[in-house]
């Protein structure tokens, strides 16, 4: 399992920073691909970022590359989702998700994760 760090609705204005924390249990977290999905009212849930189980590889939706940054640490049993640059189409429940198999490299798909966090809401504000 993985879930946030801190609760609670995250607000920041456009063009400001935040950085998202979940925390791992349960599992050898160190074996598994990570990743963050987010999920705006009344859309599916999107793809954000994902980073392998050694954290070697790490990839990101189009929408959100050049100002997300995706993380882990291994020894802490810990991953991030650094947003820099936000946007009002940001705002969305972000989920932090770790891969149903070990040893992968990261996935694009939903169907690859089974472990997902609680969700933090994150409002960007124009």
């Known amino acids: 399992q993985v879930q946030p760090v801190e609760s609670g609705e995250k607000l920041v204005q456009a063009g400001g920073s935040l950085r998202l924390s979940c925390a791992g249990s349960?599992?050898?977290?160190?074996?598994?691909?990570l990743g963050w999905f987010r999920q705006a009212p009344g859309k599916e849930p999107e793809f954000v970022a994902a980073?392998?189980?050694?954290?070697?590889?790490?990839i990101y939706a189009d929408s959100v590359k050049g100002r997300f940054t995706i993380s882990r640490d291994n020894a802490k049993n810990t991953m991030h989702l650094q947003m820099n640059a936000l946007r009002s189409e940001d705002t969305a429940v972000y989920y932090c998700?770790?891969?149903?198999?070990?040893?992968?490299?990261?996935?694009?798909?939903?169907?690859?994760?089974?472990?997902w966090g609680q969700g933090t809401q994150v409002t960007v504000s124009s």
């Open positions: 349960g599992r050898i977290f160190s074996n598994y691909g």
């Open positions: 998700v770790m891969e149903r198999r070990p040893f992968t490299t990261g996935s694009r798909s939903a169907d690859d994760y089974d472990a």
């Open positions: 980073i392998g189980w050694s954290g070697g590889i790490d």
